[in-house]
C-alpha cells in the first residue's frame, strides 16, 4: 500500500502562485508513476501533470502546459505542483495519484485531495 497526503492548498487571489505537495509512504518503491489531478465544482476530474521517480521524465495536460509545473524530491519522497498565474477556472480539489506504471494510463492509489480556490 501507498499513502499520500496533498498540502498547500489554500484561498490565492488571481494571479498568485501556490505550491502544493504529495508526500508518499509505505511501498514507495511499488510504484513509478505520480500524478496530479483536479476536480471542479460540477465537473469531472481531469489529468493535469505526471512525472517519474525512475526517469526523468514529465508530461501534462495541453491546457495546463505553461503555467504548471510538476517536479519530485526523491529523498523527501514528495511530489510538487507548481503553479503560477492562477486564474478562477483553476478553483478545483486537487488530487495525487500513484501508479505502477509510467506514463500511466490508470492510478492505484489516491490522496485525499487538498482545496485549491483562486478568487478575483
Known amino acids: 500500500q501507498v499513502q499520500l497526503v496533498e498540502s498547500g492548498g489554500g484561498l490565492v487571489q488571481v494571479g498568485d502562485s501556490l505550491r502544493l505537495s504529495c508526500a508518499a509512504s509505505?511501498?514507495?518503491?511499488?510504484?513509478?508513476?505520480m500524478g496530479w489531478f483536479r476536480q471542479a465544482p460540477g465537473k469531472e476530474r481531469e489529468f493535469v501533470a505526471g512525472?517519474?521517480?525512475?526517469?526523468?521524465?514529465?508530461y501534462y495536460a495541453n491546457s495546463m502546459k505553461g503555467r504548471f509545473t510538476i517536479s519530485r524530491d526523491k529523498d523527501k519522497s514528495t511530489v510538487y505542483l507548481q503553479m503560477n498565474s492562477l486564474k478562477e477556472e483553476d478553483t478545483a480539489v486537487y488530487y495525487c495519484?500513484?501508479?505502477?506504471?509510467?506514463?500511466?494510463?490508470?492510478?492505484?492509489?489516491w490522496g485525499q485531495g487538498t482545496q485549491v480556490t483562486v478568487s478575483s
Open positions: 495519484a500513484a501508479s505502477r506504471y509510467y506514463p500511466a494510463d490508470e492510478y492505484d492509489y
Open positions: 509505505g511501498r514507495t518503491d511499488s510504484v513509478d508513476g
Open positions: 512525472i517519474s521517480w525512475s526517469v526523468i521524465s514529465t
